[in-house]
């Protein structure tokens, strides 16, 4: 994907997840996403937030965490969810939508990667459909295959080489683990809700 087509993914995906957020009771939305530890508000606020929180914030949170980059997502996360009501989420994640700005040290790869595991990490516990467009699915399964922290999916499903069953899209060599893209990049970001769409694993 070129550069310009992936801020226009991010854009539709941003736009898809206000959307559907907007419709949720607020009973969905303290449902458990697929984020370990993390509602679905949390999930939803931690994408509204991405193109918004500065550099200065970041910083403060990652010496609150002692340098841990996990925990510095998550409490930074946990802090902003507590403060930002259903209505704010939505309106952030609609103002975002046009916006060509990184949260601080990510990479564009990332943040499409991001959006759309993320968007399925709210979509699946709630039941709703929101499928990952093919080409940005495509994108983010070779994203989550060449990088290693934090997933470090190339090192976790050594042994096994993946193939797409809807998509032109393969990696690794071994025991074949077959399956739509879709499940094969939410495999790849450590999640398992997908497996029981793939054959062998």
Request: aromatic share 6%; charged share 25%.
């Amino acid at each position: 994907m070129e550069q310009n087509d992936k801020w226009l993914a991010i854009d539709a995906e941003r736009t898809r997840i206000a959307d559907l957020y907007e419709t949720l009771t607020d009973v969905e939305r303290t449902y458990p996403s697929l984020c370990d530890g993390w509602t679905v508000h949390d999930v939803a606020t931690h994408l509204a937030l991405a193109p918004h929180v500065g550099f200065g914030t970041v910083l403060k949170a990652a010496l609150r965490a002692r340098g841990n980059f996990n925990r510095m997502v998550y409490d930074l996360t946990k802090r902003e969810s507590a403060r930002r009501s259903p209505p704010e989420v939505v309106e952030l994640l609609r103002t975002a939508v046009g916006v060509r700005r990184l949260a601080p040290r990510q990479s564009l790869d990332n943040a499409l990667m991001d959006v759309h595991v993320h968007a399925q990490d709210i979509a699946m516990p709630l039941g709703r459909q929101l499928p990952m467009p093919t080409e940005a699915a495509v994108a983010s399964a070779n994203h989550l295959w060449e990088i290693g922290f934090p997933f470090h999916a190339r090192k976790r499903l050594a042994g096994h080489r993946l193939i797409a069953t809807d998509a032109d899209w393969h990696a690794g060599e071994g025991t074949e683990v077959r399956g739509p893209i879709q499940a094969l990049v939410m495999l790849l970001a450590g999640r398992t809700a997908t497996i029981p769409q793939l054959t062998g694993i």
